[in-house]
């Protein structure tokens, strides 16, 4: 299992950024992928980015292409995503995951991201 601290979520007004860290610790040899998720208010959890721990791959959701960039850190066992053109939809927890191979995944506890109009 794998613990993940999450932080760098906060109130922005539009057109703002925020950068949020995901720090992964415990069994972290068996890390496929990281990734973000993010879940509004009265809707479903959604798809951000996702990046691979060796390869550094990258995919995004369409509506956040262009505006947000993961990133991760090896060494430090650390997942990072750059938002910046912030718009009020984009307000939501989001959520750190980890996915290993064999299928398991681990989630963060979330944080909170709010945009302003």
């Known amino acids: 299992q794998v613990q993940l601290v999450e932080s760098g979520g906060g109130l922005v007004q539009a057109g703002g950024s925020l950068r949020l860290s995901c720090a992964a610790s415990?069994?972290?040899?068996?890390?496929?992928?990281m990734g973000w998720y993010r879940q509004a208010p009265g809707k479903e959890r959604e798809f951000v980015a996702v990046?691979?721990?060796?390869?550094?791959?990258?995919d995004y959701a369409n509506s956040v292409k262009g505006r947000f960039t993961i990133s991760r850190d090896n060494a430090k066992r650390t997942v990072y995503l750059q938002m910046n053109s912030l718009k009020p939809e984009d307000t939501a927890i989001y959520y750190c995951?980890?996915?290993?191979?064999?299928?398991?995944?681990?989630w963060g506890q979330g944080t909170q991201v709010t945009v302003s109009s």
């Open positions: 990046i691979g721990w060796s390869g550094g791959n990258t």
């Open positions: 415990g069994r972290t040899f068996n890390i496929y992928k």
């Open positions: 995951n980890v996915a290993h191979y064999g299928g398991l995944n681990d």
